[in-house]
Structures are given as C-alpha cells and as structure tokens.
C-alpha cells in the first residue's frame, strides 16, 4: 500500500440509539455467546435492550408478510468453543 503522501479523512458520527441498528445487537449477541453466557440470557438482554428504544417487536410482534412494514434483517456467524453458529435477527422498526 503506497499511501506515503496521501490524506486521509475519517469521519465518526454518534449512533443516537445504537441497539436499534442490527449489526451492533448482533455483535452483543456473539460478545454474550463467546463469552459463555447462556443463549436464553443473552436473547433476555437483547430483548430488553432493544424495548428501551423506538422499535416495535423484536421477538413477538414482527410481520414478516406486510410489505409495507420496515423490519430490519440481519444474519451473524458466531464462532465459539463448542462450533460454528449462525443466528438470523429480526427487528420491527416502523409501519408506514
């Protein structure tokens, strides 16, 4: 990589509801699961996490055959000491 004279411009920007976005509950989720904490304490604390924001279902109350719903997908690879897992998130964001 010749980057010897280049500029470079990062920019951070502050996630105002950051267990709203999926890709960041997912990676708590692998976090709680490498650790070796149960899955069923782990989904808890997703769940509860994600209630605290403007989201409408996480586990219970996602319609998956209304179009016009936002629901926000996400799929996650977890590699652990007992194996490879993959866990699929679904979160319910809105009903226009």
């Known amino acids: ?8 411009n990062i920019i951070i920007t502050r996630i105002i509801n950051p267990y ?3 890709n960041i509950l997912a990676e708590f989720i692998a976090e709680q699961l490498k650790n070796r904490i149960s899955f069923r304490k782990a989904r808890k604390k997703a769940i509860e996490l994600t209630e605290q924001t403007d989201t409408k279902g996480i ?3 996602v319609p998956l055959q209304t179009i016009r719903a936002n629901i926000d997908y996400c799929s996650y690879t977890v ?4 194996g490879v897992l ?3 998130f679904w979160i319910f964001i809105d009903e226009d």
């Not at 990589?1 to 470079?8: D, H, R, S």
């Not at 590699?79 to 007992?82: E, F, G, L, R, W």
């Open 59 to 61: 586990q219970g109350r």
């Open 79 to 82: 590699k652990t000491i007992y």
């Open 86 to 88: 993959g866990k699929f």
């Open 1 to 8: 990589m010749n980057c010897v004279n280049q500029k470079i």
């Open 20 to 22: 709203m976005h999926l």
